[in-house]
């Protein structure tokens, strides 16, 4: 999972995260030349959330892969499992 930290000028920074499976570089690669000081405004969508951004007003972006989400993910998904059957078993005692 990635973590992007978007840093702009005088406003708070502002976190998202992406599923995406893709090395690190590449992912980075991808949301540089998506952000060019060309573009007037662009939108930034993640696995969870959209964003409209103006590149113009990012000072930085912070990339990382957050393996602690990634465990937690894994250990969220592990505990969701179906329930077993259980019989009842009456017995008639006289």
């Known amino acids: 999972m990635k973590r992007i930290l978007i840093y702009q000028k005088n406003i708070e920074p502002i976190l998202l ?20 000081p060309d573009n007037n405004v662009v939108i930034l969508t993640t696995t969870s959330e959209s964003i ?3 590149p113009s007003k990012i000072v930085s972006i912070l990339v990382t892969e957050d393996e602690i989400l990634n465990t937690e993910v894994e250990e969220t998904e592990e505990k969701i499992e179906e329930p077993e059957e259980v019989e009842d078993i009456i017995t ?3």
């Open 92 to 94: 008639d005692k006289e």
């Open 52 to 54: 409209v951004l103006r």
């Open 17 to 36: 995260f992406d599923n995406d499976d893709s090395k690190k570089e590449i992912y980075i690669k991808k949301l540089s030349s998506l952000l060019s």
